[in-house]
């Protein structure tokens, strides 16, 4: 049986959760609390969209859906969740989920996040910054192709440690670390779906200004809010560019990067992660220059 979304299908939203992508590594720190407030308190939230599946056994997955706010005609699976031993239950699931988005006039779906700034998924472990689906998601992957999606978009979740983080040395940074300053300040959208979406972390936008106070580069962190429950307190998600588009970097912005990644550990933000385009060699050198690691490789599915 297919349904939607009941209250009391927390604890079993949480457990599969659990249970799906420990399949992948180690078990996610998720609790029933962080499912609710990474996804269920949304304003936006609209429990029609989440859907689960049962048998005799109970819960055997969920998916949720959600309506792009910024593209009326695209609708963005979130979150696929399914019990290791199933059976067709995914492909039902999948096929109803399919069903019920076709019914609102979308023309496009894809499944996956990143850089989620719109659905309330940023930050939920093992989410992170997002890597769309994971490659090694075997499972999914064969559902998705079974089901007439391809990967549209590759990518790749790097990451670095900021204790002993040392930065790269240049002439160009010495020059720049005499005659810059580093200034953050919080960043509040205007956008009450963002807001709400955004509401569980503290976007802080950090800036490399010169002598006369101007910003010569710019660069955005998203660390946990410090009365939210969703993202681990000792992580930080980089985000690069400010409409949150892959750019490769400019000798400014590699400086203001390394320059924070140095300064993090002293606010107890222990690694710091960010996801690429796999379409962009010259941002994925960069970032190695920068001591960034890959760590997991991924991609957006989609279809029309």
Not at 207 to 224: K, M, Q, T
Request: hydrophobic share 40%; net charge negative.
């Amino acid at each position: 049986m297919i349904r939607t979304f009941l209250n009391g299908d927390v604890p079993a939203l949480a457990e599969l959760w659990i249970e799906h992508w420990s399949l992948l590594g180690p078990p996610p720190a998720v609790t029933p609390a962080k499912i609710e407030q990474a996804i269920l308190s949304r304003t936006f939230f609209d429990p029609t969209t989440l859907l689960l599946v049962e048998s005799s056994d109970g819960v055997q997955g969920w998916c949720h859906y959600a309506i792009d706010p910024l593209r009326a005609e695209t609708a963005v699976i979130c979150g696929l969740c399914l019990a290791p031993h199933s059976g067709s239950a995914g492909e039902d699931l999948l096929a109803e989920t399919l069903d019920r988005i076709r019914s609102r006039n979308i023309r496009y779906i894809e499944v996956g996040v990143v850089r989620d700034d719109r659905f309330g998924y940023a930050g939920l472990d093992p989410i992170g910054h997002g890597v769309g689906v994971p490659d090694d998601a075997d499972r999914v992957t064969a559902l998705l192709a079974d089901a007439g999606f391809a990967a549209t978009r590759l990518l790749t979740r790097m990451t670095v440690a900021t204790a002993t983080y040392r930065p790269p040395v240049s002439r160009e940074a010495i020059q720049l670390r005499r005659s810059t300053a580093i200034t953050r300040e919080p960043w509040y959208s205007a956008d009450t779906r963002e807001a709400s979406a955004m509401s569980h972390l503290d976007v802080e936008r950090q800036r490399l200004v010169n002598r006369d106070g101007d910003a010569i580069a710019e660069v955005s962190l998203w660390s946990s809010d410090a009365e939210a429950e969703v993202m681990d307190a000792n992580q930080a998600l980089l985000d690069i560019s400010r409409d949150h588009h892959c750019v490769d970097l400019d000798p400014t912005q590699a400086f203001l990067i390394a320059s924070l990644l140095q300064m993090l550990a002293s606010r107890r933000i222990f690694t710091v992660e960010t996801t690429i385009d796999r379409d962009h060699p010259l941002l994925y050198e960069q970032l190695i220059s920068l001591r960034f690691d890959p760590q997991q490789q991924g991609a957006i599915w989609s279809k029309a």
